[in-house]
């Protein structure tokens, strides 16, 4: 039994090197005679574990003193309303639709006030994504949403809208830790981390700290307030414990590897070797505008759904993972997240060029 490459879209593949680490620590954590998963969150083992991994991540994104970092929970879809019910004072918030999971975040806005869809994508099926130069950004918006990364649709921002002054938020869990950000640009940056960090069940809040108040809506639960888990340092009740000692790996990982910047130039490698082949392919098609390509999910298509099929059958019997496109979008993706090896993109497109030589 050896490992496969997992091109899933979430949870994702690790770093083999982590859970290598992580293995060797699971009966005893360094002397402590237990596992991180048994051990009090407010121990002195862990106090350290927790605040090494929020200083990583400072260093890793270069985050200014003026934001705090918040491990949570509920997935990044609790974002989707924890976000309205902490910023919108004045009911009103713009978002621009780019995909599912801005749609949904769209959605769950409405709950809690005027939320308006200044730009959309979807009369192309999402395969693009809107100039953003010049919106009609609402005078009274508490703030302008996007989600930076449309995982299921395979579209990036390359470069991030002119809210006119107005606070951006930005969902980052698919491409979180790929590239260098500048954290000033955004008020809030948040994402669940089984993409491309962790495992699922954390997700990280970096959140400006002017806007961390008790000014929230009307009923906002305790545990919905970022207030209690900034006040506290994510340790108002039981964080989750494991998943911040693996998340924190992963950023150690990201250190040694020269950081985020040297990320981006190893993503850029590896999503080129895809896209190269994609471009002269006669049977494999990208399904997005070239300008708004993702670096980290890559779908594509042969226009014939049986041919789709018998590609992830033939892939997977060769160890090429989870390569099936959204269940509402069909063909295929693959998901080339930080930890998804070079290797495994050559061994992907190899695959390919070979499928496509029997079946062209
Ligand atoms: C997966 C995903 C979500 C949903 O995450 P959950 O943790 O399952 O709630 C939200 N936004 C983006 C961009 C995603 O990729």
């Not at 976000?83 to 975040?105: C, E, F, S």
């Not at 590239?179 to 955004?186: H, L, S």
């Not at 190269?276 to 779908?299: A, C, H, I, W």
């Amino acid at each position: 039994m050896g490992r496969i490459y997992n091109f899933s879209a979430g949870p994702a593949t690790l770093p083999e090197a982590v859970l290598q680490e992580a293995a060797e620590e699971m009966l005893d954590y360094r002397g402590t005679g237990m596992s991180v998963m048994e051990m009090s969150h407010r121990s002195k083992a862990y106090e350290t574990i927790h605040n090494e991994a929020i200083a990583d991540l400072r260093e890793l994104m270069n985050i200014p003193d003026n934001y705090k970092v918040l491990f949570l929970q509920g997935g990044a879809s609790t974002q989707f309303a924890m976000i309205p019910m902490n910023l919108m004072k004045n009911r009103v918030a713009d978002y621009i639709i780019t995909g599912q999971w801005a749609k949904k975040a769209y959605k769950e806005a409405q709950l809690y006030g005027k939320a308006n869809a200044v730009a959309s994508s979807e009369d192309k099926m999402f395969t693009y994504i809107p100039d953003c130069s010049d919106l009609p950004i609402s005078p009274d918006a508490d703030y302008v949403y996007i989600c930076q990364n449309n995982t299921v649709f395979g579209t990036k921002y390359h470069t991030l809208p002119n809210t006119k002054g107005k606070l951006l938020v930005a969902d980052v869990s698919s491409c979180f830790l790929s590239e260098p950000i500048d954290v000033t640009q955004y008020g809030i940056v948040y994402g669940g981390v089984q993409k491309n960090v962790g495992p699922a069940g954390t997700v990280i809040v970096i959140i400006r700290e002017d806007l961390i108040t008790d000014d929230v809506l009307p009923g906002t639960p305790t545990m919905l307030r970022y207030k209690t888990h900034a006040d506290a340092n994510s340790l108002y009740n039981t964080p989750p414990t494991y998943g911040i000692y693996i998340c924190g790996k992963v950023f150690k990982w990201l250190k040694q590897r020269g950081g985020l910047a040297a990320m981006r130039d190893y993503n850029e490698k590896k999503a080129s070797i895809l896209y190269d082949y994609l471009d002269q392919s006669q049977m494999f098609k990208g399904t997005v505008e070239k300008k708004d390509r993702s670096l980290m999910n890559v779908p594509f298509v042969t226009g014939n759904p049986e041919l789709d099929a018998k590609f992830i059958q033939e892939a997977k019997e060769r160890g090429l993972e989870n390569l099936k496109g959204y269940r509402t979008v069909g063909g295929m993706r693959a998901s080339i997240y930080n930890a998804m090896p070079m290797d495994g993109v050559i061994a992907l497109v190899e695959f390919m060029r070979d499928f496509e030589r029997r079946n062209g």
